[in-house]
């Protein structure tokens, strides 16, 4: 997936690019699960450029998923507009987002 490369696995730690939405968000999801065994889930965001409702579901999944064991979910750098739709649905009251 083109969308998303690999940075680190200790922590888990992804860089995301371009869109990731309805139409390849089931394969994001997929490789995440692949690769996630313990610890914080981190993605490096400053490259994405949109993502989609689904997309936002797929990242609460992810982030109860680490929860379950007792990792967090991080959002690094997001772009102004993308940090938007996390406040207009108060994602960013459950999720760590820095920069």
């Avoid at 860089?15 to 065994?37: P, R, S, T, W």
Wanted: hydrophobic share 40%; net charge negative; charged share 30%.
């Amino acid at each position: 997936m083109q969308e998303m490369t690999l940075l680190s696995r200790d922590p888990l730690t992804y860089g995301l690019a371009g869109e990731i939405d309805a139409g390849n968000c089931d394969e994001f999801y997929a490789e995440v699960l692949e690769n996630y065994k313990s610890g914080d889930l981190v993605f490096e965001c400053s490259k994405l450029e949109f993502i989609d409702s689904t997309m936002l579901g797929t990242l609460v999944k992810l982030k109860k998923h680490a929860a379950e064991r007792g990792a967090s979910l991080i959002l690094r750098h997001l772009q102004p507009r993308i940090k938007k739709l996390f406040v207009i649905c108060a994602l960013d009251k459950v999720m760590e987002i820095e920069g």
